[in-house]
């Protein structure tokens, strides 16, 4: 199993960022998708989930209204569309993949399979 992603970089507030997440390894049509970040310092935060059908997706208070979470599993690929990124978004940001179930799983702990990780870097 392999998650690879890309796309991260320094941008300046505002700015728009896409992440992408190639997958392989997995059957997707059973798995939901998921992004996590890690500021320096602080714990692994949620920030977006797919369920597997693309129709349910959940955010993190945090990037509601600013971020939209895709999926394309034809490409076998999770994509992260940051906009108007803001200094506090800095972060390395993680895909993730699971068994698809009902609600949100909001937990690192919930989620088996993970990417290397993408810096993302927003200066004010």
């Known amino acids: 199993v392999q998650l690879q992603a890309s796309g991260g970089g320094l941008v300046q507030a505002g700015d728009s960022l896409r992440l992408s997440c190639v997958i392989s390894?997995?059957?997707?049509?059973?798995?939901?998708l998921g992004w996590f970040r890690q500021a320096p310092g602080k714990e692994r935060e949620f920030v977006a989930q797919?369920?597997?059908?693309?129709?349910?997706?959940y955010y993190a208070d945090s990037v509601k209204e600013r971020f939209i979470i895709s999926r394309d599993n034809a490409k076998s690929t999770v994509y992260l569309q940051m906009n108007s990124l803001k200094p506090e978004d800095t972060a390395v940001y993680y895909c993730t993949a699971k068994l698809d179930q009902w609600g949100r799983q909001s937990q690192p702990s919930e989620w088996p399979y993970w990417g290397q990780g993408t810096q993302v870097t927003v200066s004010s």
């Open positions: 390894g997995l059957s997707l049509s059973t798995k939901a």
């Open positions: 797919i369920r597997r059908s693309g129709g349910n997706r």
